[in-house]
Nanobody, 126 residues
Framework: QLQLVESGGGLVHPGGSLRLSCVAS????????IGWFRQAPGKEREGISC????????NYIASVEGRFATTRDNAKNTVYLQMNSLRPEDTAVYFC???????????????????WGRGAQVTVSS
């Protein structure tokens, strides 16, 4: 059974940092592009970052670029989202998602992704 599980969420003060992990089970991530998404209460799910299968390509939306970083360790079947300088508007449930990709590309549209985790809550509040 193919599964993605996010962890590392929690409550953090503004300006703080968190690192989310996305661990795959039931399949190897080597040939999958991974996207990170978030959904705040009352809002649509938005793509915020992605990383290509080999890790050579990453993309970010403007609001997180320079603060967030996506990396992957295929040997550990894990992708990470390092989040720094967190703001209250970053509060959301964060999801990772995977899609088979044989190319050095990745996208941040929800429609591209086939497998989804259940999400991890990130709350930024003083």
């Amino acid at each position: 059974q193919l599964q993605l599980v996010e962890s590392g969420g929690g409550l953090v003060h503004p300006g703080g940092s968190l690192r989310l992990s996305c661990v795959a089970s039931g399949f190897t991530l080597d040939y999958f592009a991974i996207g990170w998404f978030r959904q705040a209460p009352g809002k649509e799910r938005e793509g915020i970052s992605c990383i290509s299968a080999s890790g050579g390509i990453t993309n970010y939306i403007a609001s997180v670029e320079g603060r967030f970083a996506t990396t992957r360790d295929n040997a550990k079947n894990t992708v990470y989202l390092q989040m720094n300088s967190l703001r209250p508007e970053d509060t959301a449930v964060y999801f990772c998602a995977a899609v088979v990709s044989g190319m050095e590309v990745c996208g941040i549209s929800t429609r591209l992704y086939e497998y989804w985790g259940r999400g991890a809550q990130v709350t930024v509040s003083s």
